[in-house]
C-alpha cells in the first residue's frame, strides 16, 4: 500500500484525500487547524463552483451538501456607466443561463465536513502546521509528499514561474462579506444567479447566492482596483464597519443592487474577509534540504485572482487531475519527471484559466466591450459567455482576437436575425451606446 501524506486541508488536498482513501491509499492528511475550529472560524473564499468541478464530487460522492445548497442557473453582466448627480447608472445588463447549475457551499461547513467523513473513514488526521523541516524529516516515510497549503515557508518552496506570471503585485483588493436577508432580484426573481456588476475605474461586485453554516446566505464581494475609491478595507477588523463600507460602496456604484440590500445583516461574526495577492504560477516540485521532493498542489502553485471565480472549481479539477495521475502511475516511484508530467496535465486545463483571468485583469479592448454589449441583446452571446466560467478553454474560440469575437459575433446575429432599425448591427450598435475604449465607461470594464 502506498503511503502518501497530504499537507494542507482545503478543497484540492481533502478531496485528494478522500479519493486516495476511497481507493485503498495510506494517506495522512495534516491541517493546521481541527474541523470545529475550521467550522466556527472566519469565512475563507467565495467559492462558487460549476458544473465540472461539482461533479468530480459527485463522482466522489462527497457532494454532501447539494441538496441545501442554492441552484444557481444563471450568471448575469451588468456594466455601470459614468457617474451621474444620482450616481452610476446601468449601462448594460443581461443574464446567461448555464447548462448545468453552480453551487457556492461556505468552506468552513465543507471542508470541516471532509475532514470528518476522512476520519470516520479511517484517515489519518495531522493537527500541526507543518514547516520546511517537518517534510524534511518526514520524507523518508512517504512514497509521495503533496503541499497543498502554500502560505508560509512552504510556500516559498517554490520559485516563481516569471515567464507564466505577468503580474508582479495584487491587481485587486478583495472584501467578501457573507449576510441574510438579500431581497429578491427584481428581474429574476424565480432563478438564481450569480451577477457580476463591473465599474470602471472602480473594480467589480459580484453577488451570489450560497449556503453558510446557518443556512440560505447570499454573498457581497468587491474586487476593488487599488488605489481606486473601493479600495478602502485595508485595516478594517470590525465586521459591521467591513459591512456598512460594502453597502456604501453599493449605493454609489451599483444601485440596482444595492436596493435589494437595505436590509441584510452578516451571517455571524466570522463572515468577512478582506486581502490582496499577485497572481502567480510557479514551478510544481518543492526541494527540500535533505534532496526530497514534494509537488505542489493547484493554488499552491498557480494562483489566479478569484475576479473569474475560479479558485475552487481548479482545485477541484487538479485533485482530479493529480488523482488520476498518481493511480495511473501503480508501483513506480513519484520522481521528478513524474511531477513535471503530472504538474503539465493539469497545466493544460489551467493554463486557459490563468490566460483569461490576466486578461479580465486589465482594461478591455474594443472588441470585449463589444462582446459584453452585444450580450444584452444576444442570448447565444450571454450563453456562451456565461458557460465559459465552467469551461474557460472556449475562450479561445471566440474572445482573445479581434477577429475571431467579429467573425463570432456576426455568426451569433445572422443565427438570431437581429439588426437594429438603421441597418447597424447588434455589435455596432452596442459599442456606441457602452463607448470606444477611449471612453471613461469602457476604460476598466475588467
Known sequence: MRRILIVGAGQSGLQLALGLQALGYDVTLMSNRTADEIRGGRVMSTQCMFHTALQHERDLEINFWEEQAPRIQGLGVSVAGPVTPLGHPRLVDWLGELDGYAQSVD???????WMDAFERRGGRLVI???????LDFLAARYDLMLVAAGKGELGALFGRDAARSPYTTPQRALAVAYVHNLAPRLEHPELEAVRCNLVP?????????????????????WEAIPGGPADVFGGVTDPSEHLALTLELMEWF??????????VELTDAGGTLSGRYAPTVRDPIGWLPGGGLVLGVADVVVTNDPLTGQGSNSAAKCATSYLESIVEHGDRPFDEAWMRRTFGRFWATARH?????????????????RLLGAAGQLPAVAHRFANGFDDPADFENFFYEPDKTAAYLEEAEAGAAVADTDGESVAESVGEAVGEPESEAAEQVG
Open 201 to 221: 475605474d472602480v473594480g467589480e461586485l459580484y453577488v451570489m447566492p450560497a449556503l453558510t453554516n446557518s443556512g440560505r446566505a447570499d454573498i457581497l464581494f
Open 107 to 113: 468552506q468552513r461547513l465543507k471542508m470541516a465536513g
Open 128 to 134: 500541526h502546521g507543518a514547516a520546511v523541516s517537518d
Open 353 to 369: 484559466v490563468t490566460k483569461w483571468t490576466n486578461a479580465m485583469l486589465a482594461p478591455p479592448p474594443e472588441h470585449i466591450v
Open 254 to 263: 451599483t444601485p440596482w443592487e444595492y436596493g435589494r440590500a437595505t436590509r
